[in-house]
């Protein structure tokens, strides 16, 4: 079986979600609508989902203590395979 060559969902930290979420609207990229203002931000680009999170909801998700500071921490990228 080939891997799929794409990358399914790209998740980043945000320190200010609406900031960005407004930066890749302006782009022409329209926000999904389950997105939730403050916390969360998906948009649908081809296939490939991304996600922004607020740092300590993302870092909460992926079950890291300590400082939510910017750092490498702060993306995850997944390929979804059969």
């Not at 080939?2 to 782009?27: H, I, K, M, S, W």
């Not at 997105?35 to 870092?59: H, I, K, M, Q």
């Amino acid at each position: 079986m080939a891997v799929p060559a794409r990358f399914n969902f790209v998740t980043l930290g945000a320190g200010d979600v609406d900031a960005l979420r407004g930066f890749y609207e302006r782009l022409g990229w329209p926000a999904a609508k389950a997105s939730v203002p403050g916390e969360v931000a998906f948009f649908w680009l081809n296939g490939t989902v991304l996600g922004l999170y607020d740092r300590p909801s993302l870092y909460r998700e992926m079950h890291i203590e300590g400082d939510p500071s910017p750092g490498p921490r702060d993306s995850n990228i997944a390929i979804n395979v059969e």
